[in-house]
Nanobody, 115 residues
């Protein structure tokens, strides 16, 4: 079993930056792929960024060039660096670790972009 704990959310002005962290428990972290999702009020949860096999990354079109997903297996941690934040980035951000049959979610961290 893997437990995921996100941190780093908060209130930021438009154009600002935040770095989200996702710390995982368990010894299988390095074998799992990582992704970040978000869910805004009244909207469905959507994929923001994923880090999959071979170090390949996928990003939602709305965040390309602004967000960067990364991981540090030595620290059992995944990151989402968010730059040039916009009000429409406001949402609860969730960390997701997954494999062929495994699927784990964090509890979410709130990101609010507002002046």
């Amino acid at each position: 079993q893997v437990q995921l704990v996100e941190s780093g959310g908060g209130l930021v002005q438009p154009g600002g930056s935040l770095r989200l962290s996702c710390v995982a428990s368990g010894s299988i972290f390095s074998r799992l792929f990582m992704a970040w999702f978000r869910q805004a009020p009244g909207k469905q949860r959507e994929l923001v960024a994923a880090l999959i096999s071979g170090g390949r990354t996928n990003y939602a079109d709305s965040v390309k060039g602004r967000f960067t997903i990364s991981r540090d297996n030595a620290k059992n941690t995944a990151y989402l660096q968010m730059n040039s934040l916009k009000p429409e980035d406001t949402a609860v951000y969730y960390c997701h670790a997954f494999g062929d049959i495994d699927s784990f979610w964090g509890q979410g961290t709130q990101v609010t972009v507002s002046s």
